[in-house]
């Protein structure tokens, strides 16, 4: 069972290359209003593995801070190279869970707009770059929980299975001491064996005794009846 269980939790390793998703654009209703918007969606992953793998790749860039009204994250006035250059942004993320996986939106505004393939191609490009990094760390994240929880599956059956050992172990303690008490028991049998053939052989000493002691008896009233007046 344990080899199944680690092999399943190689196997979610092996099935290759956690490869970067298709980024899509859309326009969202935001903080802002309705803005252009850069989306991914990521497997298995719910909104709090998304949620915290985002947070931790702007944390790179910059001070992260979280809208509540809005549910959203931003941070204002950082330098991510690969959409601005050392142009500072504004970036905007929110997280919708869609069944079994998240849909990530991400608003850049450069100071002028709100970029899209349509005013700023090239800092698309950079975003879409951002997103698939993001992409890789949420799937990693999700998979890890998979992990997680195929770990705590394994301890539960590492649990049973030393549960298992301590009965047998309770089992063989039994045997072995019901074996000694049937050793013993045995004993007292051949003993009570022995004790019946000797009874035997008493009761029959007894008899003749008994016999003998009758005999006297009958002498002895003898005896009392020839005593008489001449």
Known sequence: MKSKILLLIVALFATGTIYAQAVFEED????HGNKNALYVDVEGADKKIAEKAIQELLKEYGK????????EFYAEEIIIPAI????PLHVFTKIEELGDQSRLY????????????VNNEEAISGAESILQDYYVKARRGAIQKEVDL???????????MTKLEKNNDNLHKDIAKWEKEIEERQKKI????LDIEQNIVDQETKSDEIMAQKE??????Q????????
């Open 223 to 230: 005896k009392m009846n020839d005593v008489k007046k001449n």
């Open 106 to 117: 991400m608003w850049v505004y450069d100071g002028d707009d709100f970029i899209s393939s």
């Open 28 to 31: 969202k209703n935001m903080s």
């Open 190 to 193: 051949e003993q009570a064996k």
């Open 216 to 221: 006297v008896i009958n002498m002895t009233i």
């Open 84 to 87: 601005g250059g050392a142009q």
């Open 64 to 71: 992260v801070k979280k809208n509540r009204k809005a549910k």
């Open 150 to 160: 195929e770990e705590d599956n394994l301890k539960d059956r590492e649990k049973e």
